[in-house]
């Protein structure tokens, strides 16, 4: 607050050197600007008072300055900035949309000033203005790629995902390698359609996805989904065999959905399969849903025997908890158990959460973006206290 403060005498001061400095020239321009000094005196004044209607006046002169000397420019565009940082959104807005509509100003001081204008709709929350801006700005020579960035920025937000493809693909022309972000942005679309029922749809975006990122796990996860949706079980094991040979550390998260297929068939396979993927992995959410199924597909003193032996050979809090969790559940009338299972799954999910490898941001569930950064892929697929014992690394 005390630099917004400094900033506000600080600006129109400078404003005001910025002009008298320029004195040596004065004569020639005389004519020309004739009445700026006027307009700079009561533009300040308005402006330095507390009064909203004043200070609107005050825009007005300095509209006028610039419009007798277009030198001014840079001053303009530090006030723009100012009502900007202020949360007087209303004025920047004048402010620039008057400097961008000036035709005999350089393309260069215009394209400024439409950044700026983009800027000004983008943080008062009017995305479609801010759109529209962004894609005006991609119009002027050297801005292309900072208003698609923008641009694909606002789509994400606002979940349009077409958009964001459409945007990201101009920008691969630019040089820029987006086929990760392209590949999630299907993905989206995929979901979208497939809550929708729209299973052929939601079909096409799988394919697009992969077109764009043969091995996007997610991809592949949601083409093995469409497949079950289809009651094509076989295309399902295929597709999640795909992620298991092409990106291994993200088999935790599909082992569960797989070993329930391969059960259909083959109890005693997906048992195996299920303590493979735990051995590799130590995902606790492996063994969890290890030690839930082996309790109805074998019996519990297999499962518990499992748990047990999950626990000597990686402990941790979270594999106790399941332990316990298994102990609670075989003798109901157990207080101590039951309680020691309370406790123990409280405190295990306070610890075993993912995060983001760029901001560090940390989670419950596992994300493809992250929610702090924003980046696609940026959480590893297991849980912080269980990546530094996994076999993949
Ligand atoms: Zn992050």
């Given at each position: 607050m005390e630099f917004e403060l400094w900033y506000l005498i600080a600006v129109p001061i400078l404003f005001a050197a910025g002009w008298w400095l320029r004195g040596v020239d004065f004569k020639q321009h005389k004519k020309a600007t004739e009445g700026i000094d006027e307009h700079y005196a009561k533009g300040l004044s308005l402006l330095l008072s507390d009064d909203p209607v004043k200070a609107d006046k005050a825009i007005d002169l300095f509209i006028e300055v610039v419009r007798l000397d277009p030198e001014t420019i840079e001053l303009h565009h530090a006030l723009g900035n100012l009502f900007r940082r202020r949360g007087q959104f209303d004025r920047a807005i004048r402010l620039h949309s008057f400097l961008v509509n000036?035709?005999?100003?350089p393309e260069k001081e215009r394209a400024l000033a439409m950044a700026e204008l983009a800027l000004d709709y983008l943080k008062s929350g009017m995305y479609d203005r801010a759109e529209s801006a962004y894609e005006q700005l991609a119009g002027f020579k050297g801005r292309e790629v900072e208003a698609l960035e923008a641009l694909m920025h606002i789509y994400c937000t606002e979940r349009e995902w077409k958009k964001a493809v459409e945007t990201a693909e101009r920008l691969q022309k630019s040089g820029k390698d987006l086929h990760v972000e392209i590949s999630h942005y299907y993905c989206e679309l995929a979901n979208l359609a497939r809550c929708t029922k729209d299973a052929a749809r939601a079909s096409e975006f799988v394919t697009s996805a992969l077109k764009a990122n043969p091995d996007n796990p997610r991809a592949l996860s949601l083409a093995a989904d469409l497949a079950l949706d289809a009651g094509k079980p076989q295309d399902a094991l295929a597709a999640w065999g795909q992620i298991e040979k092409a990106k291994p550390a993200y088999a935790p998260l599909i082992a569960a959905k797989k070993a329930d297929v391969m059960a259909e068939t083959d109890k005693a396979a997906a048992m195996k399969y299920l303590k493979d993927v735990f051995a590799q992995s130590g995902s606790v959410d492996v063994l969890t849903a290890a030690v839930a199924r082996m309790s109805v597909w074998a019996d519990a003193p297999t499962a518990a025997a499992f748990a047990g032996e999950a626990l000597k050979n990686r402990p941790s809090l979270s594999a106790f908890s399941v332990l316990c969790n298994l102990r609670a559940k075989a003798d109901p009338d157990d207080e101590q158990a039951k309680l020691l299972a309370e406790v123990t799954t409280k405190q295990s999910k306070h610890f075993a959460r993912y995060q983001c490898t760029h901001c560090g941001f940390l989670a419950h569930t596992f994300a493809w973006q992250c929610p702090g950064c924003e980046r696609w892929d940026s959480f590893p697929p297991l849980r912080v206290d269980e990546a530094k014992k996994a076999s993949y690394h």
């Amino acid at each position: 607050m005390e630099f917004e403060l400094w900033y506000l005498i600080a600006v129109p001061i400078l404003f005001a050197a910025g002009w008298w400095l320029r004195g040596v020239d004065f004569k020639q321009h005389k004519k020309a600007t004739e009445g700026i000094d006027e307009h700079y005196a009561k533009g300040l004044s308005l402006l330095l008072s507390d009064d909203p209607v004043k200070a609107d006046k005050a825009i007005d002169l300095f509209i006028e300055v610039v419009r007798l000397d277009p030198e001014t420019i840079e001053l303009h565009h530090a006030l723009g900035n100012l009502f900007r940082r202020r949360g007087q959104f209303d004025r920047a807005i004048r402010l620039h949309s008057f400097l961008v509509n000036r035709a005999e100003l350089p393309e260069k001081e215009r394209a400024l000033a439409m950044a700026e204008l983009a800027l000004d709709y983008l943080k008062s929350g009017m995305y479609d203005r801010a759109e529209s801006a962004y894609e005006q700005l991609a119009g002027f020579k050297g801005r292309e790629v900072e208003a698609l960035e923008a641009l694909m920025h606002i789509y994400c937000t606002e979940r349009e995902w077409k958009k964001a493809v459409e945007t990201a693909e101009r920008l691969q022309k630019s040089g820029k390698d987006l086929h990760v972000e392209i590949s999630h942005y299907y993905c989206e679309l995929a979901n979208l359609a497939r809550c929708t029922k729209d299973a052929a749809r939601a079909s096409e975006f799988v394919t697009s996805a992969l077109k764009a990122n043969p091995d996007n796990p997610r991809a592949l996860s949601l083409a093995a989904d469409l497949a079950l949706d289809a009651g094509k079980p076989q295309d399902a094991l295929a597709a999640w065999g795909q992620i298991e040979k092409a990106k291994p550390a993200y088999a935790p998260l599909i082992a569960a959905k797989k070993a329930d297929v391969m059960a259909e068939t083959d109890k005693a396979a997906a048992m195996k399969y299920l303590k493979d993927v735990f051995a590799q992995s130590g995902s606790v959410d492996v063994l969890t849903a290890a030690v839930a199924r082996m309790s109805v597909w074998a019996d519990a003193p297999t499962a518990a025997a499992f748990a047990g032996e999950a626990l000597k050979n990686r402990p941790s809090l979270s594999a106790f908890s399941v332990l316990c969790n298994l102990r609670a559940k075989a003798d109901p009338d157990d207080e101590q158990a039951k309680l020691l299972a309370e406790v123990t799954t409280k405190q295990s999910k306070h610890f075993a959460r993912y995060q983001c490898t760029h901001c560090g941001f940390l989670a419950h569930t596992f994300a493809w973006q992250c929610p702090g950064c924003e980046r696609w892929d940026s959480f590893p697929p297991l849980r912080v206290d269980e990546a530094k014992k996994a076999s993949y690394h």
